[in-house]
């Protein structure tokens, strides 16, 4: 297995941990250096110092592109050629796993091995005609020990509980099978990008504060290749795996109690499993290797060791506070370094091709049987043969000559014919087979025995006749079965599918725009996006009431992401122009091409013309017409040049949307909870807040809303609607004025402001919201 690390840069805030790259012959090695004061409680007086060797080591400035140029380039080029491969990330939380493996979400540049490796290998397959590939993907969280698909197409599964859960099942070859998890196929890179791309829309889904699934489980992504030259009967397939680990960190850091304990337990016990499985396979002469003891462990049964080409990212967090942790992922990558694999391809044989071919290898034979013996040859003997040989042998056996022989030929049918024929005339009682020598006495013999013999022969058939149906109902058995279980996985694929797609083409709906291009409305439109979402849109019926919707408003324009919105939506603009402008170079120059195309053939003509009317100037090398061919290629390259530019960008294009897309879908999730978090303390809050500082309100809604709403609550403003006794009280009391008799006490909720006239001037549109809601609800 080969093992790289990569440090993860250091944050702004963060104090460096001592370390230093060496770029050794063989093997570069990494030294970590513990300083004293990180030896809390300890009495420790020395520096202690760590080596470690890896593969390759990237520091803090190395780039995706570099990444998977390295290291996963070589693992998808050996999955091409029909090998299984496994790249996976380990480290603690926040060490940059997710960053490496799927991309971060924010720049284009940033896109990990997930969506380079698809873009890699998909561009590989179009370029190689010499063979069918199919490609499908699937996509696998593992959280608690259960397993949930990613590739669910229902888009609005909002807890994790809602995917569908996958089992594991091991075949009685000890084969180990994931029931449930979908195989999407994927035909090209824009089809397995969307794939992707729902995959991580419902793990963001899934995840909640309380389980941040995303460093609590484990994901696969896998990527399925199969390939078959035409008319061959072998079938190549391999597999991809690139698995995001959950985060490394030990348990005593994450010792909180209660439910955040079994899970910290869980996952460091699974990632135990891992490191137990990986120390096995790492020894010699070891025949037991503990992969059943956890899902993780089964699934990559047959990519860690033995049949797979392993590599593994070991990232680390470099900071002074994290330097324990980096040690111990670099302890555990020394150990994965030591396993040894061989991986094999994985080539199997199609039963029916198989037949075929046999088929024909058959008929080829019988064709050169024919030709050496000059006669055609069909399998059984023809009627008129049998008797010539019951003939033959008739005489053979009743001539008394020592010498004589019964020669039928070189004929392999015959000879046994003889054979089984003489085999019957030995079994049959004397008297009968006096009867088959001497046919004129035969009629004199008791018919008695006659019938007994009939009867044993009949039974004998029958015997015969009811294995052979036996045989034909198993099979026919066999066949239904296979039948059936070839249509419901069409069924379930189809609608897989079917529900995918029409999940995809309404969640993007906007972009797509009838020239199939790339509109620039959807990035623009995030603003519009309030109508549809999902979450929202369930919980308080068919639309978001007013006060929500203008909450989300404000929620949106603090969105700590909000100025890589604002950039994504400037870059895609840009790329977007790009395009146009390629699109319509791409134009021109197919125009020039036909302008060239038509003079060429206009000059065909009137040399053809010139040639009639003066047969003597014979039809030579016509340099003008030369000319104008040179002049098409030079036009054909540039129009190639230009289209694949165009193509690049277009990819880029899709690929700013799908994270322009999973940016809004996350700024609706937190949104939702923060809203619901919000209403759940309005109602919990009891009728007075003691503490002055504490505001229900959201700091960073705060901070920034202040250039937002100048509109309604100014506040210097004395005519505001809320200048009441409570105000002036520094508190205010609402409820539903409607109602006010008739509601409990506890629905009239008080908040003190703050004293800080902004703050209060938010506090107040937030009440303000919220009060439109009861009232709509009233
Ligand atoms: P993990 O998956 O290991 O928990 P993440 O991949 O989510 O960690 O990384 C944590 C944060 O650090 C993310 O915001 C990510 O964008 C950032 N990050 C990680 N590695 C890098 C890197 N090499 N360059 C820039 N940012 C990074
Ligand atoms: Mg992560």
Redesign the pocket.
Known sequence: IRVYA?V??LGRRQQAGSYSVDDEEPLPSLEITVPRDLADGFINNKRESYKFKFQKIFD?E?KQDVIFDSIAKPVAECVLAGYNGTIF?Y??????????ITG?AERYS?RGIIPRTLSYIFDQLQKDSSKVYTTHVSYLEIYNECGYDLLDPRHEASRMEDLPKVTIMEDSDQNIHLKNLSLQQATNEEEALNLLFLGDTNRMIAETPMNQA??RSHCIFTIHISSKEPGSATIRRSKLHLV?LA?SERVAKTGIGGHLLTEAKYINLSLHYLEQVIIALAEKNRSHIPYRNSMMTSVLRDSLGGNCMTTMIA?LAMDKRNIDESISTCRFAQRVALIKNEAVLNEEIDPRLMIVQLKKEIQDLKDELALVTGKQRTSELSQEELLQLDELIETFLKDNDPDSSLDVGADMRKIKYCFIHMKQIMNRPMTSGKKLLSQDTSEEKSSNKEAGEELEKLKGLLQQRDNEINILVTMLKKEKKKARDALSQLNATSAGSTVLEQSLSTSLEESQSPSRCLSLKEAKNLHSSVSRLPFLSRETGRKMSLGCQEAFEIFKRDYADSITIEDNKQLLKQRFDEAKCLGEKLNEVRNKINHLKGKIIQRQIQRAALAVSNPSEELTFDPVEDNLRMQIEEEKKSYKIVYSRFKGLKVEIEHLQLLMEKVRMKLQKDFEVWWSEEAKKLQEEPEMVTSPNTATVYPQFIRSSRHLSPNSFSDTSRDSPYEDPAVKNNSITFGNPTLKTRTPPSSNTSILLTGDSQADADILAFIKARQNILQKKG
């Open positions: 990569r993860k840069p803090q190395a990330a480290g603690q939380t926040g060490s940059g796993k997710t960053f490496t971060g940033d995303s460093s995001d985060g990232t």
